[in-house]
């Protein structure tokens, strides 16, 4: 089992076994809203994640991380939901400028 801690949704914890989807497919499995505009076919930066821990539990940067990496659009320690496969534990934040309206998020 691996665990996503999201900080700054009230400290929310995700526990799944299924390792095979993105991180977003997993959040949005276990009903947390996150933002996606492309629909998780990394052609944006919307589903963007900061990650404060366990960077090396996330699958390596895709095609499309590389390139928004390159435009600056995507910096060290930023990573795509829709992109991203879980190996183990991560920790996360909501990027300010991707935060959902009808969400409450924490400092």
Same mark, same amino acid.
């Given at each position: 089992? $691996? !665990?996503?801690?999201? @900080? *700054? #949704? ?40 900061? $990650? !404060?821990?366990?960077? @090396? *539990? #996330? ?49």
């Amino acid at each position: 089992m $691996v !665990k996503i801690v999201i @900080e *700054n #949704l009230g400290v929310k914890e995700v526990v799944t076994n299924d390792v095979s989807k993105s991180v977003m497919a997993i959040l949005h499995t276990h009903f947390i809203d996150w933002m996606h505009a492309c629909g998780g076919k990394g052609r944006c930066t919307t589903c963007k994640m900061i $990650v !404060k821990k366990g960077g @090396e *539990n #996330l699958s390596q940067l895709t095609a499309a991380e590389r390139k928004y990496q390159r435009d600056g659009t995507l910096v060290h320690g930023e990573r795509l939901a829709c992109q991203s496969k879980l190996v183990g534990d991560i920790r996360i934040r909501v990027p300010e400028e991707n935060k959902l309206p009808h969400v409450v998020y924490e400092q």
